[in-house]
């Protein structure tokens, strides 16, 4: 099962930012916290990922608690083609398994 | 693009016959994996490959299924006697190390 609760639905308008929450109050101190996206009838896209510091890079920027039990995924100028559904994954890399588990995802729509 | 590629991209047959997909992944990869993803529903996880050797497998991958990598490189899917219910996404992805890259996926219809 995911290790993750996160918003079936979100709305934004296009040029604002979208900020999309991540619960994982039972993440341990070795995993991660991944985000992925998935545009329609693509395979998923790598978005960004982090332990515990705050990281960005050309996509988003990614907020995590103090506590590591909750994040933030930032799209800082949404436009239409950020319209997909957006996955928050807990995945250990430290002997664990290697697979990707997947919820059911945000699905993010930008608006004009 | 992400440099995965998966054959074919659509593939419909009837309920009985058997199938196979085939991945190419980025070719310095030499971790592969399998997802099948139904509609509505994040993808779920069948099969990992490091090199050629098989180290993980789903329950989800019945003995109807089966995966190879020959030399640690392309990959296949088989499913034999398909069942209607083996109608889905079949995604392919690769990393080096923790990221991974997914293919566009193959669509299998069952009728």
């Known amino acids: 099962d995911a290790k993750t609760t996160q918003p079936p639905s979100m709305d934004c308008a296009e040029g604002r930012a979208a900020n999309l929450p991540c619960n994982h109050s039972t993440i341990s101190g070795n995993e991660y916290v991944y985000w992925y996206r998935q545009i329609h009838s693509q395979g998923p896209q790598y978005i960004i990922h982090?332990?515990?510091n705050n990281e960005t890079n050309e996509m988003a920027s990614l907020i995590i608690t103090e506590d590591r039990k909750s994040s933030t995924l930032i799209l800082p100028h949404a436009t239409l083609r950020d319209t997909a559904v957006y996955y928050c994954i807990v995945r250990g890399t430290q002997g664990g398994s290697e697979k990707l588990v997947f919820g059911k995802g945000t699905k993010l729509t930008v608006n004009p | 693009d992400t440099g995965v590629s998966q054959d074919p991209r659509h593939k419909i047959t009837k309920r009985g016959q058997n199938v196979t997909f085939r991945c190419d992944p980025i070719?310095?990869?030499?971790?592969l994996y399998w997802y099948r993803q139904t509609l509505g529903q994040g993808p779920e996880f069948l099969t990992y490959f490091q090199n050629e050797a098989q180290l993980e497998k789903s329950r989800l991958l019945s003995d109807r299924f089966s995966a190879e990598r020959p030399k640690g490189s392309f990959s296949t899917l088989e499913i034999q006697r398909t069942e209607q219910g083996d109608s889905a996404m079949y995604l392919c992805?690769?990393?080096?190390?923790?990221?991974?890259?997914f293919g566009p996926g193959t669509r299998l219809t069952v009728t």
């Open positions: 982090g332990l515990k």
């Open positions: 070719s310095e990869h030499n971790r």
């Open positions: 992805a690769s990393s080096l190390e923790a990221r991974q890259y």
